[in-house]
């Protein structure tokens, strides 16, 4: 049995991470402050012994017998991660280097879940590991986007300079059931909107695109990272190459909810990628195959089920 940290164990991603680990045997200790986690979704782990929990912010450094941590605290959202956008960029930073510190005291293995956003507004497309992306460093989005990125450099400099075990995967725009109905992400937001009959906003003229992949595929892909070969840190992007515009996500969500809301256009907020879609070969060739299977339209459907009984 291994001992597991996740940090931001209580939100969406991290609370699948946990089940997960938890189905495999594992003990897992959930590091959470709440920002914007939620008790709900790791509710049902509450009476496994294996599952401990600690209210803790990961800015501040923290003590824990362990053999492996994956490094998901972070708001994740844009209206979330701009809130309060200094205290976004300290966890990126504190988190992560803390974690580092840990990962290294314990010699334990260390998964930073880095982001499809350290590749900015791309210049290069589909994107791959290698292109260094195209980031404004002073923009309403850079306290994510430069945060995230500082975090992979302290991963490759604590792998370089003190010999950390350290992967990093770049996540590609993700969803599935346990979003928050305010989380304000596009998926969450249109499936919400839709249920509920209101209009579904459509930021710009809706031709930007995204590449979905849904929650099981990633979760898979982060497993697989976290055992692969000694040495091996990555960047691996993870996500599905399936790239729609917008305006078809609307469209889609409208028609799987047999909803009756209309579309309606907003402003586009500022410095909003015009194009997403991950380049998944280097995933292909490390992850044992590794592969997303779930379709947008299949994905979509279950997460729709999941809101129709919150909302
Ligand atoms: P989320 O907001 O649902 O989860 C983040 C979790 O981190 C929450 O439980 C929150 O309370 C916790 N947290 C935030 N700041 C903290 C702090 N200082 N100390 C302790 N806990 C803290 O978001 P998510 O979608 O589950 O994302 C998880 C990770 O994956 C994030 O690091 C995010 O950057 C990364 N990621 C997600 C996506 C995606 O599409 N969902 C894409 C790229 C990267
Ligand atoms: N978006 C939208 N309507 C919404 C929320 C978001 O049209 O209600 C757009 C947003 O402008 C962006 C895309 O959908 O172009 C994805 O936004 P999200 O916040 O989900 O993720 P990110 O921009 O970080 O990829």
Redesign the pocket.
């Known amino acids: 049995m291994k001992r597991i940290l996740v940090t931001g164990g209580a939100g969406f991603i991290g609370s699948h991470l946990c089940g997960r680990l938890l189905a495999e045997g594992n003990h897992v200790i959930c590091v959470d402050n709440f920002f914007t986690g939620s008790r709900d979704n790791i509710a049902q782990y509450a009476d496994n012994p294996e599952f401990e929990l600690v209210e803790h912010n990961v800015q501040i450094p923290y003590e824990a017998d362990v053999d492996e941590i994956y490094n998901l605290a972070c708001p994740a959202?844009?209206i979330h991660y701009q809130y309060d956008p200094i205290d976004t960029i300290r966890t990126c930073m504190l988190g992560t280097m803390n974690g580092l510190d840990l990962a290294m005291a314990k010699d334990a293995k260390f998964l930073q879940a880095s982001t499809?956003?350290v590749y900015g507004d791309p210049l290069v497309h589909p994107q791959y590991e290698e292109y260094w992306g195209n980031v404004n460093p002073v923009g309403i989005r850079s306290c994510y986007d430069e945060g995230k990125r500082c975090a992979e450099t302290m991963c490759m400099d604590y792998h370089r300079q003190r010999n950390v075990n350290v992967k990093i995967i770049r996540i590609f725009?993700t969803y599935g059931p346990r979003m928050l109905p305010n989380d304000?992400?596009?998926?969450s937001?249109?499936i919400v909107q839709a249920l509920k009959g209101e209009n579904l906003?459509?930021?710009?003229d809706?031709s930007?695109t995204?590449s979905f992949q849904y929650i099981d595929d990633l979760i898979e892909g982060m497993l697989r990272m976290m055992a692969t070969e000694d040495g091996f840190t990555g960047p691996v992007n993870i996500g599905n190459p399936s790239e729609f515009t917008?305006l078809e996500l609307a469209q889609l969500v409208l028609e799987i909810s047999e909803s009756k809301s209309k579309i309606i256009f907003?402003d586009?907020?500022a410095d909003?990628?015009k194009r997403?879609k991950p380049d998944i070969g280097l995933a292909r060739r490390k992850l044992c195959g590794w592969e997303p299977r779930v379709p947008l339209r299949e994905g979509l459907a279950h997460t729709i089920d999941f809101f129709r009984t919150i909302v």
């Open positions: 959202s844009p499809s956003e725009n304000g992400r596009v998926v937001n249109m906003t459509v930021f710009g809706g930007q995204r917008i907003k586009l907020p909003d990628p997403r």
